[in-house]
């Protein structure tokens, strides 16, 4: 599907920056990218040299999101819009071009927390991704990292950015409610034919916190069931169990990182097409599974 923008990374800055790598690396199967220009690491899951930045700092928290332009004329169409919408956007220096491994960079503060970065040229790394537990590897090529699911007191201005100044399409949505009384509304919005790059939940308050999930997609779906054992033997909270989303279609758990937010590792999300008319409402979370997983 033609696009011009890809989930190129995200960046997190973490109190135990080791006890997060490790999940990483031992449970969800991403290898060590190049390390950082300022000493921190780095990781990916696929022939990209960095798709997770990971800093230690105090926020627990989702620090930066970054979209990759698909060409030098996409990178300009999306940043007029992004001005048109009243989100100009920066020129970065060459230092962050290069903390990146980027040719080229430029950032804008966000409805959300998390600043946002466009790019051009993210790193390839020079070896073919071979990760030795995640044996079918993850699934990126023309769809980008993963994706990131945001809460937002903000909706209104978060909507306008991803819809009118990055020209993303809202996919569907879901109307639930979670606990008595306690109604959840969720969007989720792409940008090339992954279901969704980004997805915003409405909060009626803030909870200081911006991420609620990062998620990797693999290419076979054992590969999930491997992942949920490793979490599993290595005491990781589940904060969902296996279970398959509505909406997307994907088959998935949520494992609890170190820093608070939660790791869903996913297969078979649904492709989206253009133009899109699966924009519909949906009144469950999902189909069957993802009850939260009592540990002793
Ligand atoms: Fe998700």
Redo the contacts with the bound molecule.
Sequence with gaps: MPHQLEFAYIGVEVSDPVALGDMLTDVVGLLHGEVATDGSPTYRNDDRCRRVFVQEGPRDDCSVLGFEATSDEAFEKVAARLETAGFALTEGDKDLSVARGVSRLAYAKSPWRPRFELVQGLARDGEPFHSPLMKGGFQTGGVGAG???IAVTSFEDSERFLVDGLGMVQSDWIETEIMDGIELEVRFYHCNSRH?SI?LAKLPFDLGKSLH?F?VETNERDDVGFAFDRAWAAGFGLANGLGL?DN?G?F?F?ATSPAGFLI?V?YGTKKVYEPWDGNRKYDRISRWGHQPIPRP
Excluded: L
């Design positions: 994706h990131v699911a969704h997805a999930h998620q989303h997307e994907a998935s949520y869903e996913g």
